[in-house]
């Protein structure tokens, strides 16, 4: 089936569903929900809610840049700020699974649910993909965006249907129907970027402090990297710590591991040889950082190793 013609069925099919109800969806500025938010525009216009949940945990200007693309596209997307709600549910937490537990709870039992029920919405439009499915339900890794198939009743758990238009397209063809809905190539060809976002790349405890300064490292790595045609790369911190000198005193501080990963699929991954002068620039702007005194880049493939620390 051609693009063109998915999304004259997905927009049929919604608008059959939803009637003359109301709909809502949240927004992460991923492929999968920004393909979502803009079928579900298309289809109900004014009757689609869109929300962008700020959670604390995402990279530098965000929240801020997803809402503005859209606001660009005609979307109106309304930012919700619930920082305070997951910075609160993550403190003390430093096992990598309590952490995604505590985000997936506060997103979807307090936060989003309380928001969904306030807007008097039946209808959440979700960007489940086929990938999703399939490995929930091998039990690969249950994905926190699996419900129905599950065996979770939405209408009875949660007072909502669900509808997921991609739930049979992959990755690369949720890729071509974002171009052919005319979002923009910024979102279209959107490097990977975990759910519970920069709390994967945070070892131990997520506190402000510490976001900050992943965060920071983060956007360096990023903006030095952004042309490099790789499949993902990204800065994580590291609980532990390292003896360093500055300004001719002995300094414990932080270190910044930069990962910078070729893959297909993410199921298996090799670090890429970047130019040594490039690693070198990087390593330079990290370690001007305050408190971080060492930047490693990381030669691991996957496996051993995973391409996250967390
Ligand atoms: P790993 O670390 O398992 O990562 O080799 C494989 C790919 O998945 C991303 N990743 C996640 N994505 N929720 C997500 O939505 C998660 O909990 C999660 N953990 C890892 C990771 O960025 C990489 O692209």
Redesign the pocket.
Known sequence: MSCAAFIQQQVEEIRKTVGDGLAINALSG?VDSSVCTALGHRALGKRLKTLFVDNAIMREGEPQAVVAAFRKLGIPVTLVDARAEFLGALKGLTDPEQK?QAITDTFYAKVFGRLVRESGAKFLIHGTILTDIEETVAGI?R??NILTQLGIKTEEAYGYTLVEPLKTLRKDGVRKVAKALGLPASIANRM?????ALA?RIVGEVTGERLDLVRKATAIVEEELKTAKV??Y?ATLLTDKATGIRNNRREFGDIIVVRCVN?VD??E?TATRLPWPKLERICRRIVALPGVNRCVYDLTP?PP??????
């Open positions: 991923g995604r890794k994905q926190h990977p970027f975990p759910g519970p994967t499949f993902q990204f893959s993410a199921r991954a996957k190793a995973t391409i996250e620390y967390v």
